[in-house]
């Protein structure tokens, strides 16, 4: 298993206003605001968690983060991505850009951001971070 990241520090008042997700089977840990939920589940694909606002606290926003099983790095995490059948392809977004790591998403584990966009949605838009850390897949 992957180690956890080091990232900044939490103060007290962070703490006590954010809850911790830390589940022990993934290579997971962050802080997430009280006015969201968050979840995970695994398949045979891989594993997934997801953080989403509670009623009526930007109801349409979420993060998910999805580690693939037998993907050793993040350019091997792309084609599921962009390619035919692909994320993308399956929920009918359209790739909107992309860049490396940036100061929108400054971790030392991201290696693409991708832009999306929703013809279907008006307004819904999003970004699709592929990366590795300690030799895993991060996506």
Same mark, same amino acid.
């Given at each position: 298993?992957?180690?956890? *990241?080091? =990232?900044?520090?939490?103060?007290?008042? *962070?703490? #006590?206003?954010?809850?911790?997700?830390?589940?022990?089977?993934?290579?997971?840990?962050?802080?997430?605001?009280?006015?969201?939920?968050?979840?995970?589940?695994?398949?045979?694909?891989?594993?997934?968690?997801?953080?989403?606002?509670?009623? =009526?606290?930007?109801?349409?926003?979420?993060?998910?983060?999805?580690?693939?099983?037998?993907?050793?790095?993040?350019?091997? #995490?792309?084609?599921?991505?962009? +390619?035919?059948?692909?994320?993308?392809?399956?929920? =009918?977004?359209?790739?909107? +850009?992309?860049?490396?790591?940036?100061? /929108?998403?400054?971790?030392?584990?991201?290696?693409?951001?991708?832009?999306?966009? /929703?013809?279907?949605? *008006?307004?819904?838009? =999003?970004?699709?971070?592929?990366?590795?850390?300690?030799?895993?897949?991060?996506?």
């Amino acid at each position: 298993m992957a180690t956890k *990241e080091q =990232g900044k520090k939490a103060s007290i008042n *962070e703490v #006590q206003q954010n809850r911790m997700y830390d589940e022990h089977t993934l290579p997971i840990r962050t802080l997430y605001p009280n006015t969201m939920t968050a979840g995970a589940n695994c398949s045979s694909e891989g594993c997934g968690v997801h953080f989403k606002f509670k009623d =009526g606290v930007m109801d349409k926003s979420e993060v998910h983060i999805f580690l693939p099983r037998g993907v050793a790095t993040a350019v091997a #995490q792309e084609p599921f991505v962009t +390619g035919k059948n692909g994320l993308l392809e399956n929920n =009918g977004w359209k790739k909107a +850009g992309e860049t490396g790591a940036s100061e /929108d998403f400054p971790y030392s584990w991201v290696r693409k951001v991708m832009n999306f966009s /929703d013809p279907k949605n *008006e307004g819904m838009f =999003g970004n699709i971070l592929l990366g590795e850390t300690g030799g895993r897949p991060c996506r």
